[in-house]
């Protein structure tokens, strides 16, 4: 419940919008999240004849994902939202699944082009209702984080060719 003697928010998108579009935005972060844990727990136990290169490409895109979780959370926070903060609601909440047990190289870099899919499906789903409601700040940051997504599962799959 609202606090009864905070300021109302009146930026143009009503109130079942600004809702519906932080809820959006909380499986966004919740799969952006998940996303970061996996490519991290892979920096950390890649092996193989590309250790190398994937150890300091999955370091690169675990610090651009941590970064994300940010930007996300306080676009979700200006919208006059809680922000999902534990494990257990980013795994109510995700569509990216952990990967348990150890994987192989050429797995892991799979497993990640899936993962960077799945947070672009999303945030499709999001942008769909932040359009309708003419938010166009929500819309700029998913278009962004849409663009790094593509581009990182682009240059993932190119490992694999």
Same mark, same amino acid.
């Given at each position: 419940?609202?606090? @009864?003697?905070?300021? @109302?928010?009146? #930026?143009?998108?009503?109130?079942?919008?600004?809702?519906?579009?932080?809820?959006?935005?909380?499986?966004?972060?919740?799969? #952006?999240?998940?996303?970061?844990?996996? #490519?991290?727990? $892979?920096?950390?136990?890649?092996?193989? @004849?590309? $250790?190398?290169?994937?150890?300091? &490409?999955?370091?690169?895109?675990?610090?651009?994902?941590?970064?994300?979780?940010?930007?996300?959370?306080?676009?979700?926070?200006?919208?006059?939202?809680? !922000?999902?903060?534990?494990?257990?609601? $980013? *795994?109510?909440?995700?569509?990216?699944?952990?990967? @348990?047990? %150890? !994987?192989?190289?050429?797995?892991?870099?799979?497993?990640? !082009? =899936?993962?960077?899919?799945?947070?672009?499906?999303?945030?499709?789903?999001?942008?769909?209702?932040?359009?309708?409601?003419?938010?166009? %700040?929500? &819309?700029?940051?998913?278009?962004?984080? &849409?663009?790094?997504?593509?581009? #990182?599962?682009? &240059?993932?799959? *190119?490992?694999? =060719?």
């Amino acid at each position: 419940m609202a606090n @009864p003697t905070s300021l @109302p928010i009146d #930026t143009g998108i009503n109130e079942k919008d600004r809702k519906a579009i932080a809820a959006g935005l909380s499986k966004f972060l919740a799969d #952006t999240f998940t996303l970061y844990l996996k #490519t991290h727990n $892979f920096h950390w136990n890649v092996t193989g @004849p590309m $250790f190398q290169t994937l150890h300091l &490409m999955f370091e690169v895109h675990y610090n651009e994902l941590w970064l994300a979780t940010d930007l996300i959370a306080e676009r979700i926070r200006a919208l006059g939202v809680q !922000v999902p903060a534990t494990y257990a609601e $980013f *795994s109510d909440l995700n569509s990216v699944k952990e990967q @348990p047990g %150890v !994987v192989k190289a050429e797995k892991m870099i799979r497993l990640l !082009v =899936e993962g960077h899919e799945a947070v672009i499906r999303t945030a499709r789903s999001v942008f769909s209702m932040a359009e309708k409601a003419q938010d166009q %700040v929500t &819309m700029d940051l998913l278009t962004q984080r &849409m663009q790094i997504h593509e581009k #990182t599962a682009w &240059m993932l799959r *190119s490992l694999l =060719e």
